[in-house]
T-cell receptor, first 114, second 115 residues
Framework: AQKVTQAQTEISVVEKEDVTLDCVYE???????LFWYKQPPSGELVFLIRRNSFDEQNEISGRYSWNFQKSTSSFNFTITASQVVDSAVYFC???????????FGTGTRLTVIP | GAVVSQHPSRVICKSGTSVKIECRSLDFQATTMFWYRQFPKQSLMLMAT?????????EQGVEKDKFLINHASLTLSTLTVTSAHPEDSSFYICSARGTGWSPLHFGNGTRLTVT
């Protein structure tokens, strides 16, 4: 069975602070993909990153960085120097091999206070 | 990049009427499309998987006679909420995938309000 846990329901930070969103997953598959999506107040889902389970290299994209640790089944997302526009709900998700849909975590609502 | 268009973005209807939501893949062929539902401040719940030219596969607990899904072409899937009731009010999002392990591309969602 697949399960994605985002224990942080809501986080508030002051602008320019760094913030880390946690994601822990469960799967018996050895191959899988992990994702992060952003859902701004307007509702659409914005794809941020996809990570193959074989690739544990951390990734940085601008102010965003991701820390994938297979040993702890975690795929955490850090926003550096947060901005008000980062305010959104962030979803971590998992796709096992052979499946097409995503298993979503419950999301973390991030509020960046100016 | 791949784009998925979902229409309408908002709809308000009266109880008992039916509402159709369209999901189109604009620049790729989507053999599979997915329909999700999101209640306020909750995660996305998969409702059904729609395969082009065949019947949709519904998740447990989703009424297939109430949520009619048609995937008539490789670029269009529709979700019809039949005889809508206030409890059907929700945010509905479609997604589509091309070939291989490309990421799911999501539509902008449809906020349905049933009065």
């Amino acid at each position: 069975a697949q399960k994605v846990t985002q224990a942080q329901t809501e986080i508030s930070v002051v602008e320019k602070e760094d913030v880390t969103l946690d994601c822990v997953y469960e799967t018996r598959d050895t191959t899988y993909y992990l994702f992060w999506y952003k859902q701004p107040p307007s509702g659409e889902l914005v794809f941020l990153i996809r990570r193959n389970s074989f690739d544990e290299q951390n990734e940085i994209s601008g102010r965003y960085s991701w820390n994938f640790q297979k040993s702890t089944s975690s795929f955490n997302f850090t926003i550096t120097a947060s901005q008000v526009v980062d305010s959104a709900v962030y979803f971590c998700a998992l796709t096992p091999p052979g499946a097409n849909n995503l298993f979503f975590g419950t999301g973390t609502r991030l509020t960046v206070i100016p | 990049g791949a784009v998925v268009s979902q229409h309408p973005s908002r709809v308000i209807c009266k109880s008992g009427t039916s509402v159709k939501i369209e999901c189109r893949s604009l620049d790729f062929q989507a053999t599979t499309m997915f329909w999700y539902r999101q209640f306020p401040k909750q995660s996305l719940m998969l409702m059904a998987t729609s395969n082009e030219g065949s019947k949709a596969t519904y998740e447990q607990g989703v009424e297939k006679d109430k949520f009619l899904i048609n995937h008539a072409s490789l670029t269009l899937s529709t979700l019809t909420v039949t005889s809508a009731h206030p409890e059907d009010s929700s945010f509905y999002i479609c997604s589509a995938r091309g070939t291989g392990w490309s990421p799911l591309h999501f539509g902008n969602g449809t906020r349905l309000t049933v009065t």
